[in-house]
């Protein structure tokens, strides 16, 4: 799509299957600044070759200690951070494709046709790098993300209701009673009622549940299909989170809204997602269904990570793995498994292949490592 | 044999919209070598509690009222330095008297004279007469006690690892000379050579290699830099280590082993704990006994078993269920209603009661006091759940 000229917008709409995001390959890196005046050649690989699929109303948790690439990998998919390479599919997009000037007028529409569906994988699914004008600004309407801090993410000079309008202004949509109209629905939904209370309100004269409350209703207004959640409860007071998850939760059933849900509290993780990736230094290490990551981990990171968790129990005794190290930064990192460094059962042939790859090891259960 | 004894503790900050009452009336005692964990959301009082009780309190903030008792075993040669403090001297077990809280006044002999404070009498009570054999321990109030005594207390009786310590390290000095100065500070007597050597040993009990004391904390991760707080926290040999959220920031498997070894270390030394923070699961792991926070007041306490297993407070019991857990069934959490309590003008009653299901007429009225339920659990509460 680099030629600038263009006429003839196509739009395609794609048809429903059950998976509504796909991401291929995917990776992301930051050049690191070594010195004042080198641009320098090392690069932080923050995410490296991740591919993964969120189902229709599925949510899969996105889990691992911090600076493993979690926000980077949910920034791409919503587009706030371009990748450096790889691809991510939303399905149901309409994929607006500017198209060469042509000569001949014959030739028009055919040409104009193959170059439209060379961007949408036959099983109907856009590459979301190509959105541009209007399809880019329905992907922004159709996709949303919810930040970790209801204290920054929200803007301090707006009233509630402006906050949770604004999406409907931008997108030019409604009249303004329809767009109050739907600004107290909402307001309903997440539970900040009666909303006359809170809609003249700015967000410093909330507690931090209800700020994440309107970002939640913000995040909503528009009908989303898909929603990248980044630790959207890690902020909040115990009794705050819990009815915040469980509203989550409700208009996931109530809306069939998927969730890349992002969070670094494994129990939260359960409670929670359908399905979890666990990530460690840009790479997915294991991929499963929630009770199978967390009753039967396989790879030697999962397995320390779920047995470092703290249990509230006290009647439970926990068998600790120890590692060895802590977590380093993904720059430049050797052609081999990420985890070597600090993993106990590391062999000879781990220290002279390269990362191995993520396996299905039956059941949708995925696991990268050379000894399981 | 308890070292610590807080007894109706109020401390309350001055604010331009009005007094935040963020520590109300507590009490609670503490065990020599006992870890207590304190509970509760953001905002009850827990770092409130903690500072009141190190007296490392801004200039808004001001005890109402109470009394913190630091406990040491009575040795006649060390009671010159108690002339002048308020006390509570405790008899020996079979000696049938009364503890007597007082001024230490004179010492006569082998005797303590001590003048019990007035109580809203009218008459001044007569001193009482101890002699050095009856005694078994002297509780220095730390309440009353002028800030040039406190600093004897700090560090080399109570320390304290603060919330988000980690970050405090001065970037430009190496962490070994930070943990000097503060030794040097507080025990004067001891040379830099066996100061050195200390932190030496100290690092390696935490984890940390001796040779990081030439490092400058922007070498250390965030869990290196944890670990020295802790060296630090443990350098002057206190006999008890206040913990606020001590591994919050902390990644969970760097947490996971400094938790463990502080544990370790606990045990070693015979220590005393109190780790505070709102993460239940953290705190069942680490302590004998929970103290449930909620608005500035202790609402339960109990051993952890009993926390978990038999909650006699509705909010201590929400907390647990509002937890979810890796263990176990999957379970639908219960959501509390409402929102914390503002601390400014806090609900009547029981502070408790707008979210409370159990709440009756009573609880919007009277305040509850703490209670025993069973042996060793006591709750403030009028309609307890046992
Ligand atoms: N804009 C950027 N420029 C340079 N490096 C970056 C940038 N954003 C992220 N990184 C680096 O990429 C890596 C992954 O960061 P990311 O924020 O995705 O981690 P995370 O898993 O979300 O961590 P956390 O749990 O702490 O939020 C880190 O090493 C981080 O320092
Ligand atoms: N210096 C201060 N001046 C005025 N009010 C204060 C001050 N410090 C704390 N408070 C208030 O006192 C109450 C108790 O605060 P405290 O920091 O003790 O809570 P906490 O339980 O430690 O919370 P967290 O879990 O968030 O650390 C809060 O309402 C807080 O706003
Ligand atoms: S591939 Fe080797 S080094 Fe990597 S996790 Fe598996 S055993 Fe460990
Ligand atoms: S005193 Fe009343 S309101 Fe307070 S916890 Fe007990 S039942 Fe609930
Ligand atoms: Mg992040
Ligand atoms: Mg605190």
Redesign the interface.
């Given at each position: 799509m680099s030629n600038p000229e263009q006429t003839n917008p196509v739009i395609i709409e794609t048809d429903r299957s059950t998976s509504l995001v796909r991401i291929q390959n995917l990776s992301k890196t930051f050049p690191v600044a070594s010195g004042f005046f080198r641009k320098g050649n090392s690069f932080i690989h923050a995410v490296d070759d991740i591919s993964f699929e969120v189902g229709e109303g599925e949510i899969l948790g996105l889990i691992g200690?911090?600076g493993c690439g979690k926000t980077t990998t949910g920034k791409l998919l919503v587009k706030l951070e371009t990748p450096t390479s790889g691809q991510v599919f939303l399905k149901n997009t309409h994929v607006e494709v500017k198209l060469p000037k042509q000569k001949a007028g014959v030739a028009k529409a055919t040409s104009a046709k193959t170059k439209a569906i060379s961007l949408v994988t036959s099983d109907g699914f856009a590459d979301i790098a190509h959105l541009r004008g209007r399809s880019l600004k329905l992907f922004r309407r159709n996709v949303q993300m919810i930040f970790q801090d209801p204290y920054e993410s929200l803007n301090p000079r707006m009233t509630i209701y402006d906050i949770c309008a604004e999406p409907l202004s931008v997108q030019s949509i409604g009249s303004l009673m329809e767009r109050e109209a739907r600004v107290a629905e909402l307001m309903d939904l997440v539970g900040l009622t009666p909303p006359e209370t809170f809609l003249f309100r700015y967000p410093h004269e909330l507690?931090?549940?209800?700020r994440q409350r309107v970002a939640i209703a913000r995040a909503m207004i528009l009908n989303p299909s898909f929603i990248v959640a980044d630790e959207p409860t890690s902020m909040l007071?115990?009794?705050?989170?819990?009815?915040v998850?469980?509203l989550m939760l409700e208009l996931r059933e109530k809306f069939k809204i998927s969730y890349l849900y992002i969070t670094?509290d494994?129990?939260?993780a359960?409670?929670m997602c359908d399905r979890i990736a666990v990530m460690y230094l840009g790479k997915i290490v294991e991929m499963g269904q929630t009770?199978d990551i967390?009753q039967n981990p396989q790879h030697p990171y999962t397995r320390?990570?779920?047995s470092?968790?703290?249990?509230?129990?006290?009647?439970?005794r926990r068998q600790?793995m120890e590692?060895k190290g802590?977590?380093t930064k993904p720059i430049n990192p050797k052609p081999r498994c990420r985890f070597y460094e600090r993993c106990p059962m590391a062999t000879q042939r781990c220290a002279t292949s390269d990362h191995p790859p993520l396996e299905d090891k039956g059941s949708g259960h995925s696991v990268a490592c050379y000894e399981v | 044999m308890a070292l610590l004894e807080v007894k109706d503790l109020s401390m309350h900050y001055w604010t331009r919209k009005g007094e935040v009452k963020a520590v109300d009336e507590v009490g609670f005692s503490l065990e020599k070598g006992e870890s207590l964990g304190l509970v509760g959301?953001?905002g009850c009082g827990k770092t409130s509690m903690a500072l009141t009780l190190l007296k490392l309190l801004p200039e808004n903030a001001k005890i109402l009222k109470g009394h913190i008792f630091f406990y040491k075993e009575f040795q006649p040669q060390t009671a010159n330095a108690l002339l002048g403090e308020m006390v509570n001297l405790v008899p020996q077990k079979a000696n049938g008297r009364a503890s007597t809280l007082g001024r230490l006044t004179r010492i006569e002999g082998e005797k303590l004279l001590v003048q019990p404070a007035r109580n809203g009498a009218t008459k001044a009570p007569s001193p009482v007469s101890f002699s050095f054999s009856e005694i078994a321990q002297v509780g220095l109030d730390l309440v009353p006690l002028r800030e040039e005594r406190m600093q004897r207390v700090r560090w080399k009786g109570i320390s304290m690892i603060f919330q988000a310590a980690m970050n405090s390290w001065n970037p430009v000095y190496r962490v070994g000379d930070q943990i000097l100065e503060a030794m040097q500070t507080h025990l004067p007597k001891t040379s830099v050579q066996q100061s050195k050597k200390r932190i030496a040993e100290l690092f390696q009990m935490v984890g940390l290699d001796p040779r990081m004391m030439e490092r400058y904390p922007h070498e250390y991760?965030g869990?290196?830099k944890q670990r020295a707080v802790i060296a630090m926290a443990l350098s002057c040999d206190p006999e008890l280590i206040i913990a606020d959220e001590p591994t919050t920031a902390l990644?969970?498997?760097?947490?996971?082993?400094i938790?463990?070894e502080m544990r370790q270390i606990q045990k070693q030394l015979h220590m005393s704990m109190i780790y505070i923070s709102?993460?239940?699961?953290?705190i069942?792991?680490v302590s004998e006994k929970i103290g449930v926070m909620y608005g500035g007041k202790l609402v339960e306490l109990a051993d952890?078993?009993t926390i978990?297993e038999r909650p006699a407070h509705p909010y201590t019991k929400?907390?647990?269920s509002?937890?979810?857990?890796?263990?176990?069934e999957?379970k639908?959490?219960?959501?509390?209603p409402g929102?914390?309590p503002d601390l400014i003008s806090p609900p009547t009653g029981c502070r408790f009661h707008p979210?409370c299901p159990y709440a009756t007429e009573v609880c919007k009225e009277k305040d509850p006091v703490l209670e025993v339920r069973q042996p060793g659990q006591v709750a403030a509460c009028w309609n307890p759940l046992h």
């Open positions: 200690e911090s507690s931090g549940g209800q007071d115990v009794s705050i989170r819990t009815g998850m469980n670094h494994l129990a939260v359960r409670y009770e967390i320390a990570l779920i470092a968790v703290p249990i509230p129990d006290p009647s439970v600790p590692l802590g977590v | 959301e953001s991760s869990g290196m990644d969970v498997i760097v947490q996971d082993k938790l463990r709102h993460d239940i699961a953290v069942a792991e952890t078993q978990f929400a907390l647990m509002s937890f979810p857990n890796l263990k176990g999957k639908k959490l219960e959501a509390l929102e914390p979210r």
